[in-house]
Nanobody
Framework: QVQLVESGGGLVHPWGSLRLSCAAS????????MRWYRQAPGKEREWIET???????NYVQSVKGRFTISRDNTKNTVLLQMNSLKPDDKAVYYC????????WGQGTQVTVSS
């Protein structure tokens, strides 16, 4: 059974940093593309980053240069390093993969406020 569990969210000041983790299980993690999405209050869920099984990455323009996605196939974990956080980055952040169908974690809340 595919499971994704996010952690690492919290409250941070503007221009601060956070590192999110997503622990995956129930599938051969190293062979699947992983993604991060986020959903801000009152808005639709938004794709922000992808990392393929070979380590290729892609980002939405609004986070390029500030957020970095990576993966540790030895720990079945995908990471999201977020730097220079802005109030607009406040959202629930979700880990995603497609194994026949879409799977989502429960999300982790990120709040950016002074």
């Amino acid at each position: 059974q595919v499971q994704l569990v996010e952690s690492g969210g919290g409250l941070v000041h503007p221009w601060g940093s956070l590192r999110l983790s997503c622990a995956a299980s129930g599938f051969i993690f190293s062979t699947y593309t992983m993604r991060w999405y986020r959903q801000a209050p009152g808005k639709e869920r938004e794709w922000i980053e992808t990392i393929t099984s070979t380590g290729s990455t892609n980002y939405v323009q609004s986070v390029k240069g500030r957020f970095t996605i990576s993966r540790d196939n030895t720990k079945n974990t995908v990471l999201l390093q977020m730097n220079s956080l802005k109030p607009d980055d406040k959202a629930v952040y979700y880990c995603n993969t497609v194994v026949v169908r879409n799977y989502w974690g429960q999300g982790t809340q990120v709040t950016v406020s002074s």
